[in-house]
Structure formats: C-alpha cells, structure tokens
C-alpha cells in the first residue's frame, strides 16, 4: 500500500530553519510529481512548493519563495522542503502530496493521488 510519511516538523523560533521530509513507499515515486500544502488552524490548506517528476521544475508560493527550496532525491523516494528564515505566520500542520505525472504547479486537492498525515510547525515569535 502507497505511504507518503512527512518527518522534521517542530517547535522553532523565528528566524530559525527547519528541512521538512516526505518518504513514499509503495508507488514509484519518480512517475509523481510531489508538492507541499500547509493548513493553519481554521485557515484552508494552501500549496507550498511544487516539483516536477525529475526535479527539473519547480514552482513556490508567493509567501515562501525568497525563503524555502524543494527538492528530490529520487533514489530515496523521498522529498524536501528546506525552510529559512521561518515566520510565526508559517505555523501550520505541512502535508506532502503525489501526483501521477504531474507538473511543478498546484490543481485542486482531488487532483492528488496520494497525501501525507502530516507534520505540524511551530514558529514562536
């Protein structure tokens, strides 16, 4: 069975840097393209970082681009989202997501194959 398992999440201060990972398991990860959402409390989840299959494109949020990278390493099945300079508006549960040959850029959430549980960020002030 597919597994996207998100791990590096925790309690920082501003200013700080966190490096988020997502391992998949059960699917073969480089026919997916892999993106990351956030969801605050009572806010919708909204993407992150996009990447494409081979890692040759990629795309950033507004909010996050002059501060976070994606990237993949797919002999490991696994992608990154390297964090700098967080702010306490980054607070939020992060989610990675697949998409079957998808591209850099978000679609809705029903357009993704497969999704994470989750990890939660917190940036204090």
């Known amino acids: 069975q597919v597994q996207l398992v998100e791990s590096g999440g925790g309690l920082v201060q501003a200013g700080d840097s966190l490096r988020l990972s997502c391992a998949g398991s059960?699917?073969?990860?480089?026919?997916?393209?892999m993106h990351w959402f956030r969801q605050a409390p009572g806010k919708e989840r909204e993407f992150v970082a996009g990447i494409t299959m081979s890692g040759g494109s990629k795309s950033l949020s507004d909010s996050v681009k002059l501060r976070f990278t994606i990237s993949r390493d797919n002999a490991k099945n696994t992608v990154y989202l390297q964090m700098n300079s967080l702010m306490p508006e980054d607070t939020a549960i992060y989610y990675c997501a697949a998409k079957l040959y998808g591209g850099s850029r978000p679609g809705p959430l029903t357009q993704y194959n497969y999704w994470g549980q989750g990890t939660q960020v917190t940036v204090s002030s």
């Open positions: 059960g699917l073969t990860f480089s026919s997916y393209a």
